[in-house]
């Protein structure tokens, strides 16, 4: 069982918004930075967002992250064909003093 | 540019030893540390622990602690994961990361994976 809990699955038409959002607690999110990963089976995993907002090199602005108190969001706009993945949220944890993530979610693009 | 390159699927019986290499090129190695994180099927990603290359410090999962080993040859610019006596539970991808990790003004931590290896399938059959 996660710490941090995101819904199964999000799905959206091409050029639609899809937002994901990821819920912990104050010893997580609430205290640390939030990331995001994105997971496509064979290759290897991708950090799009880190320190809650800002992308990672190479990531396309149509990726955007927030936070706010104990929980984070991941939108992706203006969605596309190879945005099909799996999206983790993760954070460090002081109480368990690792590093936790999401449940996971996988986004479909219609 | 920084790249991880991890060794191949391994197939192990219940109670022996693996041990995955991840070969790191393209960056100082012992600038950075290396974590390591687990997908086992149909379920999401597990830290497992992470490895201070620069002086060997460890930190492990705590459901994992006394199963796991991380060592790093900088020598050879490669991290190593160690699973010792492994159970089926043991069965997934193991995944490799160069780790960026410190902390803000407002004395939060971040740990930034961002650079991850292909992953190693480890097979431990029931």
């Known amino acids: 069982q996660s710490v941090l809990t995101q819904p199964p699955s999000a799905s959206g038409a091409p050029g639609q918004r899809v937002t994901i959002s990821c819920s912990g607690s104050s010893s997580n999110i609430g205290t640390n930075p939030v990331n995001w990963y994105q997971l496509i089976p064979g290759t290897a995993p991708k950090l799009v967002i880190f320190r809650n907002d800002q992308r990672h090199s190479g990531v396309f602005g149509r990726f955007s992250g927030s936070k706010s108190g104990t929980s984070a969001s991941l939108a992706i706009s203006g969605l596309q064909s190879d945005d099909e993945a799996d999206y983790f949220c993760a954070a460090w944890d002081d109480s368990l003093d690792g590093y936790v993530f999401g449940s996971g979610t996988t986004v479909t693009v219609l | 540019q920084a790249q991880l390159v991890q060794s191949g699927t391994e197939v192990k019986q219940p109670g022996a030893s693996v041990k995955i290499s991840c070969q790191a090129s393209?960056?100082?190695?012992?600038?950075?540390?290396v974590a390591w994180a687990r997908q086992a099927p149909g379920h999401g990603l597990e830290w497992v622990g992470w490895?201070?290359?620069?002086?060997?410090?460890?930190k492990y999962a705590e459901n994992l602690q006394g199963r796991v080993t991380l060592t790093a040859d900088t020598s050879t610019s490669t991290a190593y994961l160690e699973l010792t006596n492994v159970t089926p539970d043991a069965t997934g991808v193991y995944f490799c990361?160069?780790?960026?990790?410190?902390?803000?003004?407002?004395?939060?931590?971040?740990?930034?994976?961002?650079?991850w290896g292909k992953g190693t399938t480890v097979i431990v059959p029931s």
């Open positions: 990361a160069r780790v960026g990790t410190g902390w803000f003004a407002d004395n939060s931590y971040y740990f930034n994976m961002d650079v």
């Open positions: 393209g960056y100082s190695f012992s600038s950075y540390s």
């Open positions: 490895i201070n290359v620069y002086n060997g410090d460890t």
